[in-house]
């Protein structure tokens, strides 16, 4: 039937991926095992592993010394195992598995499975961090797969059903007229059993194989056969023609279901895309609080110097004690600098800390861990980016938003054909076909009257069997039943719900669509506007460390004055501060252009096998030689 075969490659790819992770990972559903085979398998539970609360052995490996050796590639690695948002998201194409397995056995399909996509961490300190460029890339899609599947007829169960009836009686009937019994008592022994076997079929068809079997006994001298059997085999088919006919409506929960599986599968990639961007903008963060750490010791150190020499100069008498209070207040001001930076650098390190593990700050191997980055800032020479359409195109066929909306779109149009089936009368169809029987023992009470029972009715139970597959007393009938709701208003309201919801999704699939169009222009404009900005940067700090090293020297001659020194450190702090930011500013940039373009998997080579089951096949493997300063 059409529900049992695979809709389309890309499905049946994903389902591959699928079972081939979940096989290996703690997040899966193992199917019943043990009692006695394929006879009990359907009527045991399936086995669901505990949630995994442990972090993966990649995690200590990294740790030498009590510091955290991280390199970009690491820590893309260990969001992929360790991070909860990505681990949560695991669950998704399982439920949703699930969720149309149901449907295959006439269960509800539920709407909505799962949780949304976490936006994930952000940065302790936006001070100077531009994420503007980050965030008007929207994460938010619309087709969540969200189909009211209920609206038009009811989808029947595809699972056969078997049901077996057995009734053991005794009954004595008290008789107003002896004449068709023979006796004022009746007195019936009964034994019925019945089986029956039913299925529906997904094009409308249901049928029923029905077997009974009465065993009565009775005290009445005017019954030709005692005991005996009665009943028969009787098939019952019934054939929707209008209203539930075909498999686009039987089959649409199903349908629907599989394609909710495809939504599942993307929202999970779209959850590692966003996490993945996150623990990078936290890590180059990082490395910009980490240099501007430095850039602040380097500050400090030459405030003191000029403070220390400024005091010398007093001593000696060559200079007032007013230049030795604005060298000192420089100093304090550094050391303010200074412990700001610090502080900045010890909260990112915590942000960063619960992002890559499990069990987040609390873990034993972090709570004692300094984080030592590996990489350093990297700007090419020259930005070459592609025309803005041709990167328009390719984001509208990566982008994960705009498969789930179309996907959404999809699941609408196959539930209106459910929908508009439900406007047709309801005619059905239907045969009835009934093989009887009757066999038992000649009545020794007749032996008197000399009137015996018909032979072939006497005898055992294999000549009750034989007369029902000799087919010796068939009866047939035929016929349809024809159902017209006379104002239909019901029905007419669900379809036009349907068609409504249509209409919505395919503006909402257009706004999307639009939204990619303005993000990626947005993302473009904010690559080239970070690399201005950088440029910019760089120019100001080398003309303020000109312009420091010019009025030092004209203070030394005597030419110069220590408040006009002072500003100069002041202004050189601040233009390595904007340095370093606009660093971290250009990569940001650069990750929201590979959100905006979906190429984020791609460009950090991110296996999507690797991110189901929740182990990264790339090892990690530190440098021969770790940074002095952390060893």
């Known amino acids: 039937m059409k529900f049992l075969k695979i809709p389309c490659s890309l ?39 505990p949630a995994n609360l442990n972090n993966s052995s990649r995690l200590a490996s990294l740790i030498r010394a009590g510091h955290l050796y991280l390199t970009a590639q690491d820590v893309i690695a260990l969001a992929l195992e360790n991070n909860l ?63 009211v599947t209920y609206l038009g007829p009811s989808v029947p169960s595809f699972d056969p059903q078997l049901s077996f009836y057995a009734d053991f009686g005794h009954r004595t009937n008290p008789q107003s007229n002896t004449f068709l019994t023979g006796t004022t008592a009746l ?110 010791k380097d500050e400090l150190k030459t405030a003191q110097q000029l403070y220390n020499d400024n005091k010398r100069q007093v001593q000696i008498g060559t200079m007032a004690p007013i230049d030795v209070t604005r060298a000192e207040a420089q100093v304090y001001t550094a050391q303010q600098d200074l412990l700001v930076a610090q502080t900045n650098l010890s909260q990112q390190e915590v ?30 020479k020259e930005t070459h980016m592609k025309p803005v359409n041709e990167l328009v ?47 038992g023992a000649s009545n020794p009470a007749n032996a008197a009257t ?22 010796n007393y068939p009866t047939y009938s035929a016929g349809f039943s024809l159902s017209i709701p006379l104002r239909n208003r019901a029905a007419q309201a ?27 222009s947005n993302a473009v404009v904010g690559v080239q506007q970070a690399r201005a900005q950088y440029d910019a940067a760089v120019k100001a700090r080398i003309l303020q460390q000109q312009t420091l090293d010019a009025d030092k020297k004209r203070f030394n001659l005597g030419a110069g004055t220590v408040f006009q020194v002072v500003t100069d450190q002041q202004n050189l702090a601040a233009a390595q501060t904007s340095e370093i930011e606009a660093l971290a500013n250009y990569t940001h940039a650069q990750i929201a252009f590979q959100q905006a373009l ?25 440098p021969a030689v770790l940074p002095k300063e952390a060893q």
């Not at 194409?93 to 509800?108: F, I, Q, R, S, V």
């Open 11 to 49: 499905l049946c790819a994903l389902s591959m991926l699928a079972t081939t992770g979940f096989s290996q990972s703690a997040v899966r559903v193992e199917p019943p095992k043990g009692g006695l085979g394929w006879l009990t398998r359907p009527y045991q539970k399936t086995y669901i592993p």
């Open 85 to 147: 948002d990505i681990e949560i998201q695991r669950y998704g194409p399982l439920l949703a598995e699930e969720n149309t397995k149901g449907a295959e056995g006439g269960g509800p399909l539920l709407s909505s499975l799962g949780v949304p996509v976490a936006a994930g961490p952000q940065s302790v300190s936006l001070t100077g961090v531009n994420l503007a460029a980050a965030t008007a890339v929207s994460t938010t899609s619309t087709g969540t797969g969200g189909v």
């Open 187 to 296: 007195i019936t022994d009964s034994r019925i059993y019945q089986a029956q076997y039913s299925q529906n079929f997904d094009w409308g068809m249901m049928a029923q194989l029905s077997y009974t079997s009465q065993h009565l006994s009775v005290n009445s001298p005017n019954s030709f056969l005692d005991p005996y059997n009665s009943g028969g085999l009787d098939l019952y088919i019934t054939q929707s023609l209008l209203n539930g006919f075909g498999r686009a409506v039987n089959d649409r929960e199903i349908n629907v279901g599989k394609n909710q599986q495809k939504i599942a599968m993307l929202q999970f990639k779209q959850q590692v895309i966003t996490t993945v961007s996150a623990v990078l903008n936290l890590y180059w963060d990082l490395i910009s609080f980490d240099e501007n750490v430095s850039a602040k």
């Open 351 to 380: 942000v960063l800390k619960n992002a890559l593990s499990k069990n987040g700050i609390m873990s034993p191997l972090l709570k004692n861990v300094d984080i030592v980055p590996l990489d350093q800032f990297s700007i090419p």
């Open 393 to 439: 195109d390719e984001a509208l066929a990566r982008r994960v938003e705009i498969a789930q909306d179309k996907l959404g779109l999809e699941s609408l149009k196959i539930n209106l054909k459910g929908v508009k089936s439900g406007l047709r009368p309801s005619l059905q169809a239907f045969v009835d076909l009934t093989n009887n029987a009757l066999s």
């Open 450 to 471: 000399g009137i015996h029972a018909d032979p072939f009715l006497v005898g055992g139970y294999g000549n009750f069997l034989g007369q029902i597959f000799r087919r």
């Open 494 to 520: 669900d379809y036009a719900i349907s068609v409504l919801q249509m209409r919505q999704s395919q503006l909402q699939l257009q706004a999307a669509e639009n939204q990619v169009r303005v993000g990626v």
């Open 598 to 622: 979906g190429t984020t998997l791609d460009v950090n080579h991110i296996s999507m096998h690797d991110a189901l089951t929740g182990h990264v096949s790339r090892p990690s493997v530190l």
